[in-house]
């Protein structure tokens, strides 16, 4: 969920009390908080308030749209027959498109509006560690099924909880070491360093990955999807062409209030 990324110690490294002081103490957010939830930060506990601020993060999240790219400009002009604006997508990023969608079969594992499946793969990334094993979706697994702070703990407030029945089936298997969420591709130029441990520092690198690695880095009992693709230089060229049209350009905007700013 939304407040583990605050909490973990790879990442923000900070805790239910901290951010719970900082909801009460923050005059702003205090008077956030009140707007968003009817009552006021001093009258609730720690790890209530850490959960309401997960909350309100995760609907924001919600919101988030990925704005138009070069290549979804280049999509539209191809499906309306309009040959001169599609013509504006780079010639580099078109070979590129052929590659995603053939020789390199990338389209198996991101596929759709947001370029992912959503699902879990082995991607031939190292998973031994100098600490030991990256467990990677097995670890998440059992970390999910111990944690109250998903639909089926306490802090669900919907009545019904028939989301929560997904968690509760799922189950750790051997295979789930080395597997690791496929993400999205929109935006992917500016998520950079890639893979789940930051080992790769550029699109070039990711690419090179994959066109290169090891087949007997994936998980012996995974699925066998992925093959070296073997590209030369100038595919390599073409594949990252593409995947930077799948960024947009996001004109520089002011901020707006950031909430009904009433005195707490």
């Known amino acids: 969920m939304s407040l583990r990324p605050i909490l973990?110690?790879?990442?923000?490294?900070s805790s239910t009390t901290a951010l719970a002081s900082l909801l009460r103490d923050d005059a702003t957010?205090?008077?956030?908080?009140?707007?968003?939830?009817?009552r006021d930060a001093r009258d609730v506990g720690d790890e209530a308030l850490a959960i309401d601020a997960a909350k309100a993060l995760a609907a924001f999240q919600e919101t988030l749209?990925?704005?138009r790219t070069p290549f979804d400009d280049f999509r539209d002009a191809l499906a309306r027959g309009d040959r001169s604006a599609a013509a504006r997508l780079p010639i580099s990023a078109q070979r590129g498109v052929?590659?995603?969608?053939g020789k390199g079969n990338c389209a198996v594992c991101h596929l759709g509006p947001a370029f992912t499946n959503g699902e879990f793969h082995s991607i031939g990334i190292p998973f031994f560690t100098a600490e030991g094993a990256d467990g990677g979706r097995h670890t998440g697994i059992r970390t999910l099924r111990e944690s109250k702070l998903t639909l089926l703990g306490?802090?669900?407030?919907?009545?019904?909880?028939?989301?929560?029945?997904?968690?509760?089936?799922?189950e750790a298997q051997h295979r789930n070491f080395?597997?690791?969420?496929?993400?999205?591709?929109?935006?992917?130029?500016?998520?950079?360093?890639?893979?789940?441990d930051g080992s790769l520092a550029s699109l070039r690198d990711v690419v090179k990955h994959y066109s290169d690695f090891d087949p007997d880095r994936l998980h012996s009992d995974g699925e066998a999807i992925l093959v070296p693709l073997k590209l030369n230089d100038g595919e390599i060229d073409d594949l990252?062409?593409?995947?930077?049209?799948l960024s947009s350009e996001v004109p520089a905007s002011g901020a707006g209030p950031l909430c009904d700013e009433r005195t707490p």
């Not at 306490?154 to 799922?170: I, K, L, S």
């Open 178 to 196: 080395g597997e690791f969420r496929v993400p999205s591709l929109r935006e992917v130029a500016r998520t950079a360093p890639y893979m789940h």
């Open 8 to 13: 973990d110690a790879r990442e923000f490294d």
């Open 154 to 170: 306490p802090w669900n407030d919907d009545p019904v909880r028939a989301p929560g029945t997904a968690t509760r089936h799922v």
């Open 29 to 38: 957010l205090a008077a956030c908080y009140i707007s968003a939830f009817g």
């Open 65 to 67: 749209e990925s704005p």
């Open 240 to 245: 990252v062409s593409f995947l930077a049209s």
């Open 98 to 101: 052929r590659l995603f969608v």
